[in-house]
């Protein structure tokens, strides 16, 4: 695609200063670092590199993450302010200070009130989700470890490293064939057939607020990703958090709803995190 190498998404090395690491992922390092906007405004900003191990084997998805995070805009959505060519490529995006939102949760679990930042951060990424859904995106890996904190009252989605865009509103089908797939994050139609939709997402936008709740577990524990299977399968899910107020847990379960169609759209979860709903009761 053109997009992807007009120049404007193309930062000149020079204009970056790379600081500390700030995060390691599977396939990447994170750095701090700066850059001089070609307004001279100087902003910190987060550097994204493959490992070296990683480059040849991963750059293909590296630059397709690029290619999509270049596309979205919206203020509950990491930015990604562009790509650099150094020694290897750099992604260059918006710096979240406070980090992943599953660090911040164990972290930081005296700093949090479940009855205002949890309602906060959980309409902020339906808002982010909602807007990936309106630009046709399934993002395919929503988990608390995927958001990331811009301050204590902004969440935003990032990782788009399993994302893809829908074709003409058919679902996306991968083959789930090895690879690391993160299974608990997954809806029954996604584990059984590969099969991913807004739907999906829904329902681990449902495990992702689960986390929440519960500042920080696994969910389903110590089982392996089969036996957390086995249990949807038979109807089981996971259990209310104590922190966790029955209206939001019934939420919880309407996004666990075994037929997609059954649960709530991401329009309907923004509604009910960030509306007038009385039946959240949130403002
Ligand atoms: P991978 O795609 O390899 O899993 P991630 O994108 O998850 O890598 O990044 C790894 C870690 O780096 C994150 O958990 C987070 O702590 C940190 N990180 C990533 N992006 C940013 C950012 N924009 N601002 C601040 N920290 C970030």
């Keep these: ?26 396939f990447a390092s994170v750095y701090e670092g700066s850059y001089t906007k070609p307004n001279r405004e100087v902003i910190k900003v987060a550097i994204k590199t493959l490992r070296s191990e990683q480059v040849e084997m991963n750059k ?15 203020h509950c959505i990491v930015k990604l302010l562009g790509l650099c060519k150094g020694q290897t490529l750099f992604m260059v995006q918006e710096l979240m200070p406070l980090g992943s939102l599953l660090h911040y949760l164990y ?11 949890f309602k906060i951060w959980a309409g902020q990424i339906a808002c982010g989700m909602n807007y990936l859904e309106e630009q046709r995106f399934v993002h395919r890996d929503l988990a608390a470890r ?9 969440a935003k989605i990032s990782d788009f490293g399993l994302s893809r865009a829908l074709n003409a509103g058919h679902e996306y089908y991968m083959a789930l064939q090895g690879g690391k797939w993160p ?33 920080g577990s696994s969910p389903y524990g110590e089982m392996k990703g089969s036996e957390a299977i086995n249990l949807i399968e038979a109807g089981g899910r996971l259990e209310q958090p104590e922190a966790c107020p029955d209206n939001i847990y019934k939420v919880m379960g309407q996004c666990w709803q075994y037929k997609p169609e059954n649960r709530p759209s991401f329009k309907n979860l923004l ?8 039946y959240m009761n949130i403002r």
């Excluded at 404007?8 to 390691?24: K, T």
């Excluded at 509604?271 to 009385?278: A, T």
């Design 1 to 26: 695609n053109n997009n992807m190498d007009s120049n404007s998404d193309y930062i000149p090395i020079d204009r970056l200063s790379l600081g500390n690491q700030i995060g390691e992922g599977e």
């Design 60 to 74: 293909t998805a590296f630059l397709s993450e690029a290619h999509i995070m270049l596309r979205l805009n919206h």
């Design 107 to 117: 972290e930081h679990q005296e700093k949090i009130n479940p009855n205002y930042e």
């Design 146 to 154: 995927n958001i990331l904190l811009a301050t204590q009252h902004q």
């Design 183 to 215: 299974l608990k994050w997954y809806a029954p139609e996604s584990y059984n057939y590969g099969n991913f939709h807004h739907k999906s997402d829904v329902w681990s936008f449902g495990v992702t607020i689960w986390e929440m709740y519960s500042f």
């Design 271 to 278: 509604d009910i995190f960030c509306g007038d709903s009385e």
